[in-house]
Every structure is written in structure tokens, then in C-alpha cells.
């Protein structure tokens, strides 16, 4: 009976570290995308480049922001390993100051979600154009 439980016991280590592997990842080439100093109205749209470095395919459930002044868009099929996606994150360049905002990236490739940052400034540039007068 000892050996019994040992054997199911091994076998179920096995099958759970074969599962491990044979799991999606998302790897980002950066993780936090700063605009800089941009001016008011400018394109306020990013992409953040990624690859399945896994053994299965990468599945993006969805992408969230952390207020509606970000809008994510996730790719809609699932990435196969070893090739890469985007995911296009457009911020609202009328919001003049500066701004910090996350997208929580949610797919098969991890039970947390995984975050990813923009972060910039946005000059109003009428207000520079009437101080220069």
C-alpha cells in the first residue's frame, strides 16, 4: 500500500510539473512606456510589444486600465509560442499635467494580472504662446 501511495504521489508531481511547462508567457520588451513631454491634443497612442515565451498558446482575456482616460486594445487571437503581439494603449492627450496610469493585463499566462505603465507630461502649448507675448 506504501508503494502504491508513492508511486500516485510521483505520478502526480510529474504530470503537474509537465503542465507547468507546458504553459503561455507573456514577456514585455519594456514594461513602462514614457511619453516625455508631449504637447496638448498630440497622438497619445503606444504599443507595447510583447512575445509568448512559452510552450502553449497565449491567450489575452482582457485588458484594463486603471481610469477611462486610457483606452487598452488587446490582439484578439491567441499568440502562438515564440511569436509576438501588441497591445495598443491610446492616452488622452487633452488632460494637460502629468500623468501615471495602469493597464492590468489579464491571460492564461499567469493568475495575476500582469501591469504594464505609461507615464509623460502634457505641455498646453497656448498657455507657453500667450506667456512668450
Known sequence: ?????????????????????????????????DYGEIAKGADGVRQFEFTNTGKAPLVISRVQSSCG???PKKPKDPIAPGESG?????????????????ISVYSNA?????????????Q???????EKK
Open 1 to 33: 500500500m506504501k508503494k502504491l501511495m508513492l508511486i500516485l504521489c510521483v505520478a502526480v508531481m510529474g504530470v503537474a510539473v509537465n503542465a507547468q511547462e507546458a504553459q503561455a508567457k507573456i514577456e514585455f520588451k519594456t514594461d513602462v512606456i
Open 69 to 71: 482616460c486610457t483606452i
Open 124 to 130: 498646453d502649448n497656448s498657455k507657453s504662446v500667450l
Open 86 to 102: 501588441v497591445i495598443e494603449v491610446k492616452y488622452d492627450t487633452k488632460r494637460i499635467g502629468p500623468f501615471r496610469k495602469t
Open 110 to 122: 499567469s493568475e495575476m494580472p500582469t501591469p504594464i505603465k505609461i507615464k509623460g507630461t502634457i
